[in-house]
């Protein structure tokens, strides 16, 4: 059971660059999440998929755009990579109102 | 706005000793909470949940609740190095159809020999 799985790890980019970061779970969850983790900033969620084919705005989600492929996957994907999304991306899961969301183990983005 | 508010430490104590972890929370109407671990470069890590006024144990992890104040509290028995990291506190909204956790900044603990 490998509950949330991330791709890639780790990611460089050059500014303007486009790219996909990928999320499954394999825990039959309905909502999905994406979060930027900055030093001092703590978790800020991006977007949010309360269930398949739904997808909603979070604190920040400006430059980025999702897709709710399906129940298992969520992804994230930023058209023209700045150096403000330099930050560590966690993709996460729950069962809504029953349990706090279950993370990934994240993708460090560097813009350069 | 909900917010939950935590001290970003670090929070040093030495080896053996409790450790005293605090979480304020605005959303008077919250049921849920929780804190999570993350270790340096790693995901947060669900180590506790709390939904009633009280007290619950888990081996050396106690977490306490006071809906009145508005306060949630992780208590770290006998700490060991091993337990230094970022403790992050989340609340789930009380109502309004979301079940979106609202996450403090994390509290950084070091336990030192």
């Known amino acids: 059971n490998a509950g949330v799985t991330q791709t890639p790890k780790f990611q460089v980019l050059k500014t303007g660059q486009s790219m996909t970061l990928q999320c499954a779970q394999d825990m039959n969850h309905n909502s999905m999440y994406w979060y930027r983790q900055d030093p001092g900033m703590g978790l800020r969620l991006i977007y949010y998929s309360a269930s398949e084919g739904t997808t909603d705005k979070g604190e920040v989600p400006n430059g980025y755009n999702v897709s709710r492929l399906n129940k298992r996957e969520f992804s994230l994907r930023l058209e023209s990579a700045a150096p403000s999304q330099t930050s560590v991306y966690f993709c996460a899961s729950s069962v809504p109102g029953q349990e706090t969301p279950f993370f990934g183990q994240g993708t460090r983005l560097t813009v350069v | ?113």
């Open chain 2, 1 to 113: 706005q909900k917010e939950v508010e935590q001290n970003s430490g670090p929070l040093s104590v030495p080896e053996g000793a409790i450790a005293s972890l605090n979480c304020t929370y605005s959303d008077r109407g919250s049921q849920s909470f929780f804190w999570y671990r993350q270790y340096s470069g790693k995901s947060p890590e669900l180590i506790m949940s709390i939904y009633s006024n009280g007290d619950k144990e888990d081996g050396r992890f106690t977490a306490q609740l006071n809906k009145a104040s508005q306060y949630v509290s992780l208590l770290i028995r006998d700490s060991q190095p091993s337990d230094s990291a970022t403790y992050l506190c989340a609340v789930l909204p009380s109502s309004g159809g979301s079940y979106i956790p609202t996450f403090g900044r994390g509290t950084s603990l070091i336990v030192h020999p």
